[in-house]
């Protein structure tokens, strides 16, 4: 079956500008995660939705939101972008069941100019 | 708040020696998860451990749980170039997810 697909695969930003990414999950799968990963800080969790509702979250600021929509794709929004946003976005998808393996997209490169 | 160090940070060994890398956390955890991302690459999930000394192997890769349930650690026995990625344990509490700070191993053939 299909992978965890995430959209787009690339994208270039200026500071102040926002931009949507995108997160098809594998069917079947109710929990989408999305992570932020950088050279410096390592894999950071940002939050998981499940069943449309935001259930766990990390510590970012307000600017970084996401939403999941009935058939489990989730969308995460980033407003005001700064240069510090930088990074490969990653979204992971699963069962929902607490501890389930996580299934991970090939992520979104965001580039802030 | 709680961060999973992970240790050492980069590794390199020759082809055919034997790799470890090791999960701490200052509190106690209720499950973890280890996965290995290729460079280039996203994160893939390689193994679960939920109980107190759980042992669990995968072909030349041991996974183990500590009795405290506090840390963990990963042996790979006689690297091959295809080990070559970056280690990362993972684990969950409350409602926070936590990504260990990963083992980046170079195998020199």
């Known amino acids: 079956k299909a992978g965890v697909t995430q959209t787009p695969r690339y994208l270039i930003k200026t500071r102040g500008q926002q931009v949507t990414l995108s997160c098809s999950p594998i069917?079947?799968?109710?929990?989408v995660s999305w992570y932020q990963q950088t050279p410096g800080q390592g894999l950071q969790f940002l939050f998981e939705?499940?069943?449309?509702?935001?259930?766990n979250k990390g510590n970012f600021p307000g600017r970084f939101s996401g939403r999941q929509f009935s058939n489990s794709r989730s969308e995460m929004n980033v407003s005001t972008l700064e240069l510090g946003d930088s990074a490969l976005y990653l979204c992971?998808?699963?069962?929902?069941?607490?501890?389930?393996?996580?299934?991970f997209g090939d992520g979104t490169r965001l580039s802030i100019l | 708040g709680q961060q999973v160090m992970q240790i050492p940070q980069y590794q390199h060994v020759q082809e055919g020696e034997d790799f470890t890398t090791y999960c701490n956390s200052s509190?106690?955890?209720?499950?973890i998860q280890w996965y290995k991302q290729r460079p280039g690459g996203h994160p893939v999930f390689l193994i679960q451990?939920?109980?107190?000394?759980e042992v669990k192997k995968q072909k030349r890769l041991t996974f183990q749980f500590g009795e405290a349930k506090k840390n963990s650690s990963l042996h790979i026995t006689a690297t091959q170039t295809t080990d070559v990625g970056t280690y990362f344990c993972?684990?969950?509490?409350?409602?926070?997810?936590?990504f260990g700070t990963g083992t980046s191993l170079t195998v020199i053939p």
């Open positions: 069917s079947g799968h109710r929990s």
């Open positions: 992971a998808s699963s069962l929902g069941l607490r501890d389930q393996p996580q299934h």
């Open positions: 993972w684990s969950n509490t409350g409602n926070q997810f936590y």
């Open positions: 451990l939920v109980k107190s000394g």
């Open positions: 509190t106690t955890l209720s499950n």
């Open positions: 939705y499940f069943s449309e509702t935001q259930r």
